[in-house]
Structures are given as structure tokens and as C-alpha cells.
């Protein structure tokens, strides 16, 4: 069984930073894309960002594009959101995903079908 397991979030003042973390286990990790949505209240499920296989290619939702990082660590089977300059509109659950099969590149949003069981993150004004 596939499991994503994220820590990280919490409640943090606007202008601060916090570092997402996701375990991935039950299968082998490093031939697949790995991403970040979130879910604020009353809202749908958006994409955040995706990071291929390798690392080299890389993509941001432009809401967040220049303010938050993506990065994966192979040995460790993790992949990481690192938040700056955090806005109360980034407040929401935040979500691991990867997808079932191997996608080109990062993949379309649509690709990413197992998911963790999310982490909330409040930046308060």
C-alpha cells in the first residue's frame, strides 16, 4: 500500500516561513513525480506544485511561484514544501500526492491520485 504521511504545518504570523514534509513508503518513490495541493474552507482543492522523478523539472501554481520550494530527497523517500512570505490566503490542508503511474516531467494535476492524510497550515494576519 502506498503511504504519504505529511508533517510540518502549523500556525505562523504573515511574512513568516514553514517547511512541509512528506514520507512516502510502499513503493519505490524515486521513479515517480511527487506534488503539493491544498484545500482551503469552502474552497476546491488546488495545485501547489509538482517536482518530477529526478528533480529537473519543476512546477508552481502562480499563486505561490517565487515564494515557495519543492524539493525531494531520493535516499529518504521525502519530498519537502518550503513556504516564505506566507499570506493569511495561503491557510488551508495541505496535501502530499503522487500519482499511480509514471508520468513525463511533473505530470497534470489530474495524474496525482494517492494522497496523505494532509496537515493544516493558519497564517494569521
Known amino acids: 500500500q502506498v503511504q504519504l504521511v505529511e508533517s510540518g504545518g502549523g500556525l505562523v504570523q504573515a511574512g513568516g516561513s514553514l517547511r512541509l514534509s512528506c514520507a512516502a513508503s510502499?513503493?519505490?518513490?524515486?521513479?515517480?513525480?511527487m506534488g503539493w495541493f491544498r484545500q482551503a474552507p469552502g474552497k476546491e482543492r488546488e495545485f501547489v506544485s509538482a517536482?518530477?522523478?529526478?528533480?529537473?523539472?519543476?512546477k508552481y501554481a502562480d499563486r505561490v511561484r517565487g515564494r515557495f520550494t519543492i524539493s525531494r530527497d531520493i535516499a529518504r523517500n521525502t519530498v519537502y514544501l518550503q513556504m516564505n512570505s506566507l499570506k493569511p490566503e495561503d491557510t488551508a490542508v495541505y496535501y502530499c500526492?503522487?500519482?499511480?503511474?509514471?508520468?513525463?516531467?511533473?505530470?497534470?494535476?489530474?495524474?496525482?491520485?494517492?494522497w496523505g492524510q494532509g496537515t493544516q497550515v493558519t497564517v494569521s494576519s
Open positions: 500526492a503522487a500519482p499511480s503511474t509514471l508520468v513525463v516531467g511533473t505530470g497534470s494535476p489530474s495524474d496525482f491520485d494517492h
Open positions: 510502499g513503493r519505490t518513490f524515486s521513479n515517480y513525480a
Open positions: 517536482i518530477s522523478w529526478s528533480g529537473g523539472n519543476i
